[in-house]
């Protein structure tokens, strides 16, 4: 009979290194909530009363071009009959999820006087509202690349805005940096030292970034190999997520401006490539934005909710539970979307669940995989709001916790 032990020993001594490499790069789920979406607004454009000027505009929209279920079904077809309330209570209670202050395109180049004078004043902005308690539950800036020709102005943005929030005491576990127009991996190993030498100046946790993915050369290197699980290994464990950028990147392919979408093909592979990168490591991926916007009469309106309601339930369909959302009038659709994407599956989820744990027959012999992937679905649909919590844990029960346990996620 084979030595068990003394193979086993001499198959750990084998493979030590590769089970080491597995637990730093796969970690899996971080545990944290994804937000629904990205809001972005120029960095002398926002203000303490941005996020309820957005929340204002929403339903003022929403109340001119669909006061009813009914009319908003009429742009958004695939609206779940217990949505509209809900899209409602969520404009008055949480507006934005994630808010990003742009120092980048939105924002554009300025006197170096001028942006750090934009750069204080949105961050004492932002300070004062999570001092009072009415900023999103995510947020930060964008700053410029680490090119050569914007790196200082985006590094001393940077060390502006997170000087400020550190001395006001508002540097949350929300706070995100996102870097805009990466072009290799050096880029993201020099900002892990960015990151530290900020650390030093202000003495703040740890700071995390997502990577802007809106270049072909963050997707292929010029020998062929995929960049982007090498910008991950860069980042020293302090890169959160991957956001796609619609269009600089089909622009740098050649894509005329008037196919440039998140569902043209060269979009789908940047993103295919951004989704196999991410899986296992705990970084979140976010899709980008539609520019047709919902303004103008009641047709033209309909029409750009149709669309982006459209993108963003082909997103979540993919995989993809985050986007971009440019303008106010945006809002409703991408809760409405959001919230028919999980409401629509929620009964036959908790019923699969219920089933894998023992609690019937779904006429599904789910395996384990296919059950962490059902406990995320409905963790997500508590989070953002399409469902409660006291709901779900009826629907399926199971509570929170044994829910985060089947999802994986750190209790």
């Given at each position: ?50 996020v309820g000027a957005w929340a204002a505009e929403a339903k003022a929209a929403l109340a001119a071009h669909a006061g009813s279920a009914a009319e908003l079904a ?338």
């Open positions: 009979m084979t030595d068990l032990d003394a193979l086993v020993g001499d198959l750990d001594r084998r493979l030590a290194e590769a089970d080491a490499v597995l637990a730093t790069r796969y970690p899996g789920d971080r545990g944290v909530r994804q937000p629904v979406h990205t809001v972005y607004v120029p960095g002398d454009q926002y203000d303490a009363g941005t009429s742009a958004v077809p695939a609206l779940h009959e217990q949505v509209y309330e809900r899209v409602i209570a969520k404009l008055d209670a949480e507006p934005i999820e994630d808010l990003r202050i742009d120092f980048e395109d939105g924002y554009g180049t300025r006197s170096d006087e001028e942006e750090d004078a934009a750069a204080v004043a949105a961050a004492r902005a932002l300070a004062s509202t999570v001092k009072d308690g009415s900023a999103p539950p995510f947020h930060g800036l964008r700053i410029k690349s680490l090119e050569a020709p914007s790196r200082r102005r985006g590094v001393r943005t940077l060390d502006l805005f997170v000087g400020e929030l550190a001395s006001a005491g508002a540097l949350t576990s929300g706070f995100v940096i996102t870097l805009a127009k990466v072009t290799s991996v050096e880029q993201i190993a020099a900002m892990v030292v960015v990151l530290e030498a900020v650390e030093r100046a202000h003495p703040v946790p740890k700071l995390g970034f997502e990577i802007q993915v809106e270049t072909p050369q963050s997707i292929l290197g010029p020998d062929g190999v995929a960049l982007i699980p090498l910008m991950i290994a860069a980042g020293a464990g302090r890169v959160t997520g991957l956001h796609y950028g619609t269009y600089d990147y089909s622009a740098s392919l050649g894509v005329a401006a008037a196919y440039q979408s998140m569902e043209h093909p060269v979009a789908d592979h940047a993103k295919d490539v951004m989704q196999l990168a991410a899986a296992g490591t705990g970084v979140l991926i976010s899709d980008g934005s539609t520019n047709v916007l919902p303004v103008g009469d009641r047709e033209a309106v309909h029409a750009a909710w149709r669309l982006h309601a459209r993108l963003v339930r082909r997103s979540l369909e993919r995989g993809i539970y985050q986007g971009w959302d440019m303008h106010p009038a945006q809002l409703p659709t991408r809760y409405a979307a959001t919230y028919s994407f999980y409401r629509e599956g929620l009964a036959s989820a908790a019923a699969r669940l219920r089933a894998y744990t023992g609690g019937g027959d779904s006429g599904y012999l789910d395996e384990p995989a296919t059950a962490t992937a059902l406990a995320a679905y409905v963790l997500r649909a508590a989070e953002c709001g399409a469902a409660t919590q006291e709901e779900i844990n009826k629907l399926t029960g199971l509570d929170k916790v044994a829910l985060a346990k089947l999802a994986k996620r750190p209790i």
